[in-house]
């Protein structure tokens, strides 16, 4: 897989886990971090629309920072409840309101990719269905109080204790709820490659 890509592989995120899927495909690639970019969006925008709108804006940000071999990958997550999206909590107290939700129902995991080259743009997204158990608030104040889930859409890591104890069934691809839907986005690389 290496050789068949013809760009070198910029990943736009800091994101450890998003690093650690990516490096699972044994593709070389360069880890490359715009601090500080407006993740803002209009409030009238559908949920499934707000992480295609992110990962654009974000790619939007890199295009000038890129050569004509590079090809960069940018992503955004969010948790949908109820049509209500929970993006990362602010604290400690938000992060246990948005698992107290959580628990004992059914939630959508939204992540969308874009590929981005300095003449071509692929975007995509994929939806998985995540079902968690009931949990206790000593279990909720025990997973926030040591992990500290504060930089994760909806205040868990499914890679994490709570996803362990806490989610019952997974309707979709379970990386993609760790925040790169990494299947998906291997097919998207060769097929970017041959359309070029």
Same mark, same amino acid.
């Given at each position: 897989?290496?050789? =068949?890509?013809? +760009?070198?592989?910029?990943?736009?995120?800091? =994101?450890?886990?998003?690093?650690?899927?990516?490096?699972?495909?044994?593709?070389?690639?360069?880890? #490359?971090?715009?601090?500080?970019?407006?993740?803002?969006?209009?409030?009238?925008?559908?949920?499934?629309?707000?992480?295609?709108?992110?990962?654009?804006?974000?790619?939007?940000? *890199?295009?000038?920072? %890129?050569?004509?071999?590079?090809? %960069?990958?940018?992503?955004?997550?969010?948790?949908?409840?109820?049509?209500?999206?929970?993006?990362?909590?602010?604290?400690?107290?938000?992060?246990?309101?948005?698992?107290?939700?959580? $628990?004992?129902?059914?939630?959508?995991?939204?992540?969308?990719?874009?590929?981005?080259?300095?003449?071509? #743009?692929?975007?995509? $997204?994929?939806?998985?269905?995540?079902?968690?158990?009931?949990?206790?608030?000593?279990?909720?104040? +025990? +997973?926030?109080?040591?992990?500290?889930?504060?930089?994760?859409?909806?205040?868990?890591?499914?890679?994490?204790?709570?996803?362990?104890?806490?989610? #019952?069934?997974?309707?979709? $691809?379970? +990386?993609?709820?760790?925040?790169?839907?990494?299947?998906?986005? *291997?097919?998207?690389?060769?097929?970017? #490659?041959? =359309?070029?």
């Amino acid at each position: 897989m290496k050789h =068949s890509i013809n +760009y070198k592989i910029v990943l736009a995120s800091n =994101s450890p886990r998003r690093k650690e899927l990516l490096k699972g495909l044994d593709i070389d690639f360069e880890v #490359r971090v715009i601090p500080d970019i407006d993740e803002t969006h209009p409030q009238d925008v559908p949920p499934e629309e707000i992480p295609v709108r992110l990962a654009r804006k974000k790619a939007d940000a *890199y295009l000038s920072t %890129i050569s004509r071999k590079e090809l %960069i990958i940018t992503a955004d997550t969010v948790v949908v409840l109820d049509n209500d999206v929970l993006e990362k909590p602010a604290g400690r107290e938000e992060a246990v309101n948005m698992l107290k939700r959580l $628990s004992g129902r059914k939630h959508r995991v939204i992540t969308a990719v874009a590929l981005t080259t300095t003449d071509n #743009r692929k975007e995509f $997204s994929v939806t998985s269905t995540v079902d968690f158990a009931e949990l206790t608030n000593e279990e909720i104040e +025990y +997973y926030v109080d040591k992990y500290k889930p504060f930089d994760k859409a909806g205040a868990y890591g499914i890679q994490e204790w709570i996803g362990y104890i806490g989610v #019952r069934s997974i309707e979709g $691809s379970f +990386y993609n709820v760790m925040g790169l839907p990494i299947q998906r986005l *291997y097919r998207e690389l060769k097929n970017f #490659r041959m =359309s070029e």
